[in-house]
Every structure is written in C-alpha cells, then in structure tokens.
C-alpha cells in the first residue's frame, strides 16, 4: 500500500480526517491537538505522533508499505469517537463564527454579571 492508497483505505474504514496527515496526499483539515504523521525523512517513513506542537517518532520504517500498513493498523484498532450528541466537525466548521460569538457573548454576559454583583 502507498500514501494515496491509505488514505482512501482510512476513509473506507471511517477513521476521522482530523487524526492523521500524510504529507503531500492528506492534511490535517483542522489542528487539533493531537493526531498521527506518516512522513517521508531521507532514508526513512516515520510514523508519528504530533502532540501540542511537538513530534515524537513512534517507528521508522524501510519502505512505504510498511509504514503505510503499520500507520492503518494503529488508526483502525484505536477505540471508535463517541457516537450521539457530538455535532460533526463539518457542521462545527460551518457553524464557528457563530460559536465563537456566542461564546464571546457569554464570557462577556458572565463578567458584567460579576463586575454587577
């Protein structure tokens, strides 16, 4: 399998776009703080965990494949997100600005309130 082919092997197995980046075919749509690398470095793929801006290798592999087959054995074997309440991150995408000014809108609320009291 190559970097392509496990990417659309992710999506067939419904693992969250946000948990990996494989550089030069997928990236991360939104930066959370923590999700898995599959990377191309001289003579080497490294797979890895980038945690809070900071790297930390998990294996260097030979050849692609292997990297590739080790990075999809990691993501599908890993628990499931909740399923339920939680909105897609698509729809919070779309829906940010209004978020963010609400919250903006409740932080201020609270304080007035505060400074009232």
């Not at 946000?18 to 030069?24: L, V």
């Not at 965990?49 to 050849?63: A, E, K, P, Y």
């Not at 993501?75 to 000014?101: C, F, H, V, W, Y």
């Amino acid at each position: 399998m190559d970097s392509a082919e496990l990417v659309e092997r992710l999506r067939e197995a419904d693992v969250p776009e946000a948990f990996y980046e494989i550089a030069g075919v997928h990236d991360v749509p939104v930066q959370p703080d923590a999700y898995y690398f599959l990377r191309r470095e001289r003579d080497a793929w490294t797979v890895g965990l980038r945690q809070r801006s900071q790297d930390s290798v998990m294996r260097r592999f030979g050849t692609e494949a292997e990297a590739c087959d080790y990075l999809y054995d990691t993501l599908t074997r890993m628990p499931p997100p909740p399923s339920g309440a939680a909105e897609p991150l698509d729809k919070l995408l779309a829906n940010a600005e209004d978020i963010q000014r609400q919250a903006w809108e409740d932080f201020h609320g609270r304080r007035g309130a505060a400074d009232d009291g």
